[in-house]
């Protein structure tokens, strides 16, 4: 069910010991590092409240010390209270959560502070005029030096306990992390793709292969979150890469269009303008470029979609220099390729003292970072050079270290600032998702994981395994809909790379019996389920235990240099390939009618030029030309099997 071959020798007994406790040192450096400015800004606070004469100046320090507490310090006379100070202090409070998860949901690191100074300078505002009420201030300002002294005492025990060593330069990796590995060879056969299945992947095909500046059927709730724009065009990339692998190697044609029109889709600039806001409101400055710094959940992602369709397809058109520049509507231009992309976040993750990058400017998430880990792994195979091997094990102390709770499950995220973890937002998910992905760059820390997070995700019901359905939030991250459909989804992709088959049935049992697959004119959907809750599902249905590791570590090479045969075009949606694989010499296919079906022509590629070829099933016979190309006619009445094999050579 799972493979303990990646589980090294010293690490398998680690599995669930006490050793994950407090934050680590990275994070407790910088917690103590907080309640120093913390401590200071009450010292501050009770100073001035204690020996400002103006009534003004004490509601300030007081609210400096406390938020929106100086409306209530100084408000009139005794015998005559007013209601207005305590609205003032209630709307502080009301606004404060609201600024922080403001904070969280978009980045706005100005928010909170904002909304503290705010108060301040308004409690100072409405005590100009007034008295403080008796001795009030003196008490209030003797009460406040404890606190600033336990916050400087709190602060200064985790400074000393923090150690710096995992600032160092990164280790070299274990020979287990790396991915320089020969090549396996993949004898499995992909099968043949079911009407099930096949509707799954229409749904994701019809909204890639529109007209590059139409998003019918994409969902537009929100430009920062999960329900961006952006995680609609990458996660289906992820999906049709392997399915692409997985299932349709010797298809190009429309499976290769449609991630093509969905990286190029990323390029524009509706998808990533919201960095301009975020960069300004939660970094200072007014950059638009959302390439150059935190923001792994716009670079990493992108690079990790190219990565996995050069990898499936051998198209490696996006790493010729420039490929993947940007355009602003300034006429700015921000140029990128896969390489560029790889090498921007790889010195990121260098630079940072957690290790991981940025999403919203503070905010650091496991799951992006492992997503951006495994376009770093794929550059690596695909191009050679040490990029992910020089930093592999640095990132695994780190998240070890940094990102673990105590119960050994990955935080759902960490601000860089604070040093302080959120918490579980998303539920499961968050922290099923990284095991996914870090499959293919630390297959053993994924697997040690996921290990961990099982129990959790199984009940019995007589006598066999169900998905314990309440372990998932009731809301659809992908677009914010009240199913658990993505969590599901999630778990069952995760439970498939992990090879743990009892997991993944039960998650795709579950969403069977509370979800139905509803089909129409042969494209499938899940009601209300978000577009990467497809993708994942998708990837759950079509793959294998270790699927995603085995794309990015084997690549395909480029199309140019060891061609096999294949289909290089098929008119989409009229005819449908169901089947296409190339092995003991044989090019095999199975097609069936689409939209009208009919007289159809495929497009042959990677063929030896110049030879000759013939079609088993009815003899016809096929001439590659010199460019090794050849056309097929078929006349395509329901299910139709191609099997191509070579006669001779002219």
């Excluded at 470029?289 to 996995?308: E, H, K, R, T």
């Excluded at 010499?585 to 070829?613: C, D, F, H, Q």
Aim: proline share 8%; charged share 20%; glycine share 10%.
């Amino acid at each position: 069910m799972t493979e303990p071959s990646l589980l090294p020798a010293a690490k398998r007994g680690s599995v669930g010991r006490s050793r994950f406790g407090p934050p680590g040192p990275v994070a407790q450096r910088q917690v103590g590092r907080s309640l120093l400015g913390l401590a200071a800004l009450v010292a501050i606070g009770a100073a001035l409240t204690l020996v400002a004469e103006p009534a003004p100046l004490r509601a300030l320090g007081f609210s400096l010390a406390l938020p929106g507490s100086g409306f209530v310090l100084c408000h009139g006379s005794a015998g005559a209270p007013e209601v207005a100070p305590w609205l003032g202090f209630a709307a502080t409070w009301l606004m404060l959560p609201g600024a922080v998860f403001l904070w969280f949901a978009t980045g706005n690191a100005a928010a909170p502070p904002a909304v503290w100074l705010l108060a301040a300078l308004g409690s100072a505002v409405h005590a100009a005029g007034r008295g403080c009420l008796g001795s009030a201030p003196e008490v209030a300002g003797f009460a406040l030096l404890p606190l600033a002294g336990l916050l400087a005492g709190a602060g200064l025990v985790l400074l000393r306990r923090s150690s710096p060593s995992l600032d160092a330069a990164p280790a070299r990796p274990a020979p287990e992390t790396s991915i320089a590995t020969p090549p396996t060879p993949r004898a499995e056969d992909p099968g043949e793709l079911g009407p099930q299945d096949l509707a799954r992947l229409r749904f994701l095909l019809d909204r890639a292969l529109q007209p590059l500046d139409a998003f019918e059927g994409f969902e537009r709730l929100d430009p920062f979150q999960s329900g961006a724009l952006r995680y609609q065009l990458q996660f289906p990339g992820f999906a049709l890469a392997m399915v692409q692998r997985s299932k349709l190697p010797a298809l190009q044609a429309y499976l290769t269009q449609a991630q093509v029109n969905l990286v190029e889709k990323t390029r524009r600039h509706e998808v990533w303008r919201y960095w301009a806001l975020e960069n300004l409101w939660g970094r200072g400055r007014l950059d638009p470029d959302p390439l150059a710094v935190d923001n792994v959940m716009y670079s990493g992602f992108c690079a990790a979609q190219i990565a996995l369709f050069q990898a499936a397809s051998g198209d490696y058109r996006f790493s010729r220099p420039g490929a993947f520049t940007l355009h602003h509507p300034s006429g700015r231009c921000f140029e990128a390729d896969f390489s560029s992309l790889v090498a921007g976040i790889s010195e990121q993750h260098r630079r940072s003292r957690f290790g991981l990058v940025a999403c919203e400017p503070n905010w650091l998430f496991p799951v992006c970072n492992s997503i951006s880990y495994l376009a770093i792994a794929a550059h690596e195979a695909q191009f050679g050079g040490t990029s992910w091997q020089d930093m592999a094990e640095r990132q695994r102390a780190l998240l070890e270290t940094e990102f673990t709770d105590r119960h050994g499950r990955f935080v759902t995220c960490r601000s860089s600032r604070t040093g302080l973890a959120m918490p579980p937002i998303g539920g499961a998910l968050t922290r099923l998702l990284p095991c996914f992905f870090l499959d293919a760059a630390l297959p053993d820390l994924a697997q040690a994981h996921w290990q961990r997070l099982r129990p959790a995700l199984l009940t019995s019901v007589e006598g066999s395994s169900r998905a314990k359905v309440r372990a998932f939030w009731p809301i659809d991250v992908g677009n914010y809909r009240l199913t658990r459909i993505a969590g599901l989804a999630g778990a069952a992709a995760a439970a498939t790379e992990m090879g743990d088959r009892e997991v993944a049935s039960a998650m795709i049992e579950a969403l069977d019996r509370l979800h139905p697959l509803v089909t129409t004119g042969g494209i499938g959907h899940r009601p209300n389920a978000s577009i990467w809750a497809h993708a994942f599902e998708l990837i759950a249905q079509s793959g294998r235990a270790g699927s995603l590791r085995d794309l990015v570590r084997h690549p395909s090479p480029p199309l140019g240099e060891a061609p096999t045969p294949h289909v290089s075009d098929c008119p989409y949606p009229q005819a449908l390939v169901t089947r296409a694989v190339w092995r003991d010499g044989r090019l095999e296919l199975v097609l069936v009618p689409g939209s009208g079906g009919g007289r159809i022509t495929l497009g042959l590629a990677g063929l030896k030029p110049n030879s000759r070829y013939r079609r088993i099933e009815d003899g016809a016979p096929v001439a590659s030309g010199r460019d090794g190309t050849a056309a097929l006619s078929l006349d395509l009445r329901g299910r139709t099997v191609v099997t191509m094999i070579e006669t001779e050579t002219n």
